[in-house]
């Protein structure tokens, strides 16, 4: 009885953090260059085990293995819809690869490409951080600005450099904030990313997709909620009626 309760309630908690990510994914449907975030469920034995570094016999003699942990699974990495702005300073990703910036905690990556030029004449994010090219920060001397698929940048005819484009291995980056990323391996050239001057890459994010997990989740969240409750009810009757 117990063992059931403990399992309804943490199939609830479950679905709570669960219901935190899908809401995360849909309020950053609007960042540029976002990546999705998924969630799975494993029962508390399959979690014990990851967690003890696979000593299943462990993980199958605790006595509550039948509860649920929420687990988050790797970010989507799928590319998202690309949008037209028109605008020379708009650059966009096809393939895989991210765009390296210079921050105060170390080189960043993403794939939001919706850059500026600064007062000391230098390419830079919308929030002011360097972009880097193969030689540094890149100085753009002029006004006019052409970027072609390989990454060469070109003002006022001339080529100034080319844009620093790198891959990792699956696992290498995390998340630091909506749309940028640090990594904890080494980067290698992103040969088969390709640049769209005059785009920006949405978020891979489908609202509707993200709307049904949360209501289905919901759905999931009463369930378990309504087990829990009479198997309280349960209890409650047995340990009067051994106690009268």
Do not use: H
């Not at 000593?55 to 989507?76: S, W």
């Not at 991210?98 to 960043?108: D, H, K, L, N």
């Not at 540094?136 to 006019?144: H, S």
């Amino acid at each position: 009885m117990i063992r059931g309760m403990y399992a309804a309630a943490s199939g609830m908690m479950s679905e709570l953090a669960a219901q935190d990510v899908w809401a995360n994914n849909l309020a950053n449907v609007g960042t540029v260059g976002y990546r999705r975030q998924g969630v799975a469920v494993r029962s508390f034995a399959q979690a014990l085990d990851a967690a003890l570094g696979g000593d299943l016999p462990v993980a199958q003699a605790n006595p509550l293995r039948g509860g649920a942990r929420p687990v988050v699974e790797a970010i989507d990495w799928s590319e998202g819809p690309l949008e037209p702005t028109n605008s020379p300073l708009d650059l966009a990703l096809r393939g895989p690869g991210f765009f390296v910036i210079q921050t105060a905690e170390g080189p960043r990556y993403t794939r939001d490409g919706r850059f500026r030029v600064d007062a000391e004449g230098l390419l830079v994010t919308q929030g002011g951080q360097r972009v880097l090219g193969r030689q540094g920060p890149i100085a753009v001397p002029g006004r006019d600005l052409l970027v072609n698929e390989d990454g060469e940048i070109f003002s006022e005819g001339q080529l100034v450099d080319e844009l620093l484009l790198v891959d990792f291995d699956d696992g290498a980056l995390y998340r630091t904030k909506p749309g940028q990323f640090a990594a904890t391996g080494a980067p290698r050239p992103a040969e088969e990313a390709r640049v769209c001057q005059g785009y920006v890459e949405e978020a891979n994010v489908q609202p509707i997709g993200e709307l049904t997990r949360m209501i289905v989740g919901f759905r999931v969240y009463e369930a378990n909620q309504r087990a829990l409750q009479m198997q309280d009810q349960t209890l409650d009757r047995l340990i009067n009626r051994v106690g009268g």
